[in-house]
């Protein structure tokens, strides 16, 4: 029992003694009864501002109802016939536990192995501040048969055949460079460009402003991480160079129906900055939900009152300093709870929207498409490809190569949790830091990942680097050939809910507080 206990209006017991509240030593602007009052209405007043917002549709690409055989939607997991194709019994089963929420529905959804369906019911749950997940809408993933799918397809192939290539190599390796020909020549690749051309300069990269700027990978991925008495030196674990999964038709077929893959991970023994697609793809494999914003709020608080945001309060007085409010304890708190919130939005859309078909269960209808044993309405761009055909040279089957031996999470593709994660954790940055400011002692890792080396090229800002590391986060594990381009519309979800949570707050503070302003990724600003 608390030491502090409400017993009745205006008695309150403390320490086994009753007193009156009229007997309390509080100050203050407000009676308790008043500040009672003024709680609840600031509470009552943040829950209407999102229920009065206008209610977003939910639309997806339709091919939940277009293919009979369900072959452009997720089901790994489920029992599969010899194509890969699912037992339409137990999709039908797993959609009803979706449809009715109930959680013993979800208990007889047939499983084809031993591997489990990655939390569904997150889908329902609530979220006390910001808006409600079921309130945030993204634009329907692309459709299978689209030749903005086969595009997406297309890269992520050649992301896999160039895994092992340094970023730093970019511009002259003939894989990256045949990678940046032939996705120009497609007619639906939505990949940022420069005159219309996929370059090695914008290869893989993401679309945010300060995507294409400076290195490929965030300074906040490489620099070292102040860590309360410790500092945390970015060097991480990796894979073996060469080391792929996946690639023979019983393990992947194995995999769809839920068991372990036959080919475990091997691991570099040697850590490593991360210098290439395969470093990238590993750290997005471990890390927990904020981490990658933890190590940059830590960078940037490392930095002091020069990189925090002009309309920080405190910045103006002569007397005192942020803590709880507008100081480190209130940044490193927002990030945590932001990317919490954005990872249940990303459960809404994934299992109670669209639903879509990870990337390695595409690969399994491209190969049985082109090996002949069955007959999918795919885009012919993408069965063209040189990408695809060098693949089969290497591995002898069509399979999209995975960097990770269990391959893709049991949870629908779009979006990714990542995406959303990332776009809630940069947005908050965002907010409590100065986007101009310019990062010091930039650095880029060495083509062996051993060492970091100075960088000189045009100024490196926070805006831009947290927006490249949202892509970096949001797109990485494309890189390891789990999700798809589109897939990184989560930053946007993310970005959504990290300003639904801001608008909560905003009237909460008792400082001269002029409001959060700050970029979105789409370029245009935002003041709350």
């Not at 939910?58 to 055989?69: I, R, S």
């Not at 080391?243 to 077929?253: A, C, G, I, K, R």
């Not at 091997?266 to 990658?292: A, K, M, S, V």
Request: charged fraction near 20%; hydrophobic fraction near 35%.
């Amino acid at each position: 029992m608390s030491d502090k206990v409400l017993l009745n209006e205006g008695k309150v017991a403390q320490g086994g003694n009753t007193f009156n509240q009229v007997e309390s030593c509080e100050i203050g602007p407000t009676s308790t009864r008043q500040r009672r009052e003024d709680a609840f209405q600031i509470r009552r007043n943040a829950a209407l501002f999102q229920k009065n917002l206008t209610l977003p549709g939910h639309p997806c690409n339709g091919d939940e109802n277009l293919f009979v055989n369900k072959i452009g939607n997720f089901s790994k997991g489920l029992p599969h016939n010899h194509l890969g194709e699912v037992d339409l019994n137990a999709y039908n089963d797993m959609i009803r536990a979706l449809s009715t929420g109930s959680p013993d529905d979800f208990e007889f959804i047939p499983l084809g192995g031993v591997t489990k369906l990655a939390s569904p019911q997150t889908a329902y749950a609530f979220e006390m501040v910001g808006p409600d997940t079921h309130h945030i809408s993204m634009i329907p993933a692309p459709a299978f048969s689209s030749a903005w799918s086969a595009g997406e397809m297309t890269e992520l192939y050649w992301l896999a055949l160039t895994r092992d290539v340094p970023f730093a190599k970019y511009n002259t390796d003939p894989l990256t460079l045949a990678a940046a020909g032939e996705l120009s020549g497609f007619s639906d690749f939505r990949g940022p460009k420069v005159n219309g051309v996929v370059t090695t300069d914008t290869l893989f990269r993401g679309d945010t402003p300060g995507d294409l700027t400076g290195p490929y990978i965030s300074q906040f991925l490489w620099k070292d991480i102040p860590y309360g008495a410790t500092t945390i030196v970015q060097r991480y674990r990796t894979t073996a160079a060469g080391v792929d999964h996946m690639t023979s038709y019983e393990d992947w077929l194995n995999t769809q129906n839920g068991f372990p893959s036959s080919t475990p991970n091997q691991f570099d023994p040697t850590p490593r900055y991360i210098r290439n697609g395969r470093d990238l793809g590993e750290w997005c494999h471990r890390d927990f939900t904020f981490q990658g914003f933890l190590g940059a709020c830590l960078i940037l608080l490392s930095y002091g009152p020069a990189a925090l945001s002009p309309s920080n309060p405190y910045l103006r007085s002569a007397t005192q300093n942020g803590r709880s409010t507008f100081g480190a304890p209130h940044i490193l708190d927002f990030v945590a709870r932001a990317t919490r919130a954005a990872d249940m939005a990303a459960w809404y859309q994934k299992w109670l929207v669209h639903r879509r078909l990870r990337p390695e269960e595409f690969g399994g209808r491209v190969h049985n498409q082109l090996t002949g044993t069955a007959n999918y309405p795919i885009n012919q761009e993408l069965l063209d490809s040189q990408a695809i055909a060098d693949v089969y040279s290497k591995f002898g089957t069509y399979l999209l190569p995975q960097a990770y031996a269990e391959g893709c999470p049991t949870h629908p593709s779009y979006p990714a949790g990542h995406a959303c994660v990332a776009g809630a954790g940069a947005t908050m940055l965002k907010a409590f830091f100065k986007e101009s400011f310019v990062i010091p002692n930039p650095v880029v890792a060495s083509t062996d990942g051993l060492s970091l080396l100075p960088y000189s090229g045009p100024a490196l800002t926070v805006g831009g680097e947290l927006n490249k590391l949202a892509s970096n986060i949001g797109l990485g594990r494309n890189t390891a050939g789990v999700h798809y381009r589109s897939d990184g519309e989560g930053l946007k979800v993310g970005e959504a809910v990290a300003i639904g949570i801001l608008q909560d707050y905003r009237k909460t503070y008792n400082e001269n507080f002029s409001g959060f302003s700050f970029t979105k990724f789409d370029g245009t600003k935002i003041v709350i």
